[in-house]
């Protein structure tokens, strides 16, 4: 009894907050996240669910296994060199190497920026009945102002609600139509190829697997400038990191399960296939009540923002990697990046006779870059020139590869189908 009074008295205790430090590095996975629960990812899971039910859902599990495993690499590049991927690339890399990856990186921001600026433009004509070329207008003014004005921790706070406005909402919908739970946990995890839908697994393989996105998350890991001093520190750093990241893809990937959940157990039931968003929410109605469709819209005009301002953050911070510098909204070279990234997309917006198609095909030609950003980060990862003792394993670099080889047989077979 004696010793707890002491104990109470006593005001040397160190301070160790255990379990709750996770909260403390909770953000750039999550920033990350929104990439991956985009417009282009409602095209495609929308695609997936109406046309083939359920059996496509193993493509969204395979494809948050990879990126975990993607995003985690990624990030102790950033968090034990200081350098984001582009900047790696650039110092590290041979120019003859480095600058086509990175350039062909630029345009698949490109094709990010179309398609989350598609999303937002249709959401606005679902809600207020703007024209597609002016909501992608608005969009785009809207993006920039926040991109031009934001810090990251701003940004950070923004997108973590908007996350969260997405979640609930699907979970709401969820409850509202009648899921066949064990046929979709058979599909989870059971491959199946149906026939004509390799332009459908390649989409939403692009759609989650995003290759801006991992230039990303190793230039926004930098955003909590923690202390680096010394080797247990680091180690500290990279545990918490993947568990931000765990919980960050764990989140995505309940999002864009819930999308083919929902499509399949409306539209497919129905043999009603999804040809555009604006279908899907006009259905919706019917089937699930007025509140769901506005409450889609809304969600897809969440997503459409976001997901703009991290395509944007990636397409500056590569571009300005490539000049040897970090991303900075108020640097040139940053600057030049993100309004290229926008500017381009909402050019080619204009364009665009089919919507929901554009946002498929953009998704797919994610997939098609993919493996050369993949086999560039490996290669970097994998160096103890570059990454000195935290150099990947032997069995890191095997699976690493190993993914990178998957995305590339599987654009091989889209090819060919």
């Known amino acids: 009894m004696w010793n707890f009074i002491k104990e109470l008295k006593r005001k040397d205790h160190q301070r160790y907050l255990g379990g709750l430090d996770f909260f403390k590095y909770i953000g750039p996975g999550l920033l990350v996240t929104v990439g991956f629960i985009d417009p282009g990812n409602w095209a495609s899971n929308f695609a997936a669910g109406?046309?083939?039910?359920?059996?496509?859902?193993?493509?969204?599990?395979?494809?948050?296994?990879?990126?975990?495993?993607?995003?985690?690499?990624?990030?102790?590049?950033?968090?034990?060199?200081?350098?984001?991927?582009?900047?790696?690339?650039?110092?590290?890399?041979?120019?003859?190497?480095?600058?086509?990856i990175l350039g062909s990186a630029v345009l698949a921001s490109i094709s990010t920026s179309l398609a989350e600026i598609l999303g937002g433009a249709i959401a606005l004509e679902m809600l207020l009945d703007i024209p597609i070329a002016w909501g992608a207008v608005l969009t785009t003014i809207l993006v920039v102002i926040m991109l031009f004005t934001n810090?990251?921790?701003?940004?950070?706070?923004?997108?973590?609600?908007?996350?969260?406005?997405?979640?609930?909402?699907?979970?709401?919908?969820?409850?509202?139509?009648?899921?066949?739970?064990s046929l979709a946990a058979r599909s989870w995890v059971v491959p199946d190829i149906p026939q004509g839908s390799m332009l459908i697994i390649m989409s939403v393989l692009g759609a989650v697997v995003m290759p801006h996105n991992l230039f990303l998350h190793s230039e926004v890991v930098q955003s909590r400038e923690y202390n680096k001093q010394d080797d247990a520190s680091i180690r500290k750093l990279l545990r918490y990191e993947f568990y931000d990241t765990l919980?960050?893809?764990?989140?995505?990937?309940?999002?864009?399960?819930a999308m083919i959940l929902l499509a399949a157990a409306t539209f497919f039931v129905h043999r009603t296939p999804v040809e555009e968003l604006q279908q899907a929410k006009s259905l919706l109605d019917p089937l699930l009540?007025?509140?769901?469709?506005?409450?889609?819209?809304?969600?897809?005009?969440?997503?459409?923002?976001?997901?703009?301002?991290?395509?944007?953050?990636?397409?500056?911070?590569?571009?300005?990697?490539?000049?040897?510098?970090?991303?900075?909204?108020?640097?040139?070279?940053?600057?030049?990046g993100v309004l290229l990234s926008l500017g381009v997309a909402l050019v080619l917006i204009l364009f665009i006779e089919n919507p929901f198609q554009g946002?498929?095909?953009?998704?797919?030609?994610?997939?098609?870059?993919?493996?050369?950003?993949?086999?560039?980060q490996v290669g970097l990862t994998s160096s103890r020139r570059v990454m000195g003792q935290y150099a990947n394993?032997?069995?890191?670099?095997?699976?690493?590869?190993?993914?990178?080889?998957?995305?590339?047989?599987?654009n091989i077979m889209l090819l060919f189908s």
């Open 50 to 100: 109406s046309e083939f039910g359920y059996t496509l859902l193993w493509v969204v599990t395979l494809s948050t296994v990879m990126l975990i495993v993607l995003q985690h690499n990624v990030a102790h590049l950033g968090i034990v060199t200081g350098l984001c991927l582009s900047e790696a690339a650039t110092r590290y890399a041979p120019r003859w190497v480095s600058r086509p």
């Open 151 to 181: 810090s990251y921790k701003r940004i950070e706070r923004g997108i973590i609600a908007f996350v969260s406005v997405i979640g609930l909402s699907f979970l709401y919908e969820l409850f509202l139509v009648d899921i066949d739970w």
């Open 247 to 257: 919980f960050s893809m764990g989140v995505g990937w309940a999002i864009n399960s």
């Open 289 to 336: 009540g007025s509140q769901a469709g506005v409450i889609f819209a809304l969600a897809l005009l969440m997503a459409g923002i976001s997901s703009t301002v991290t395509s944007g953050m990636a397409a500056g911070s590569i571009f300005a990697g490539m000049f040897s510098e970090s991303y900075h909204i108020k640097d040139i070279h940053s600057r030049v």
């Open 359 to 376: 946002l498929i095909i953009s998704q797919m030609m994610l997939s098609i870059q993919l493996p050369f950003t993949v086999f560039l």
């Open 393 to 410: 394993s032997r069995w890191s670099s095997f699976v690493l590869y190993a993914i990178a080889t998957i995305v590339s047989v599987l």
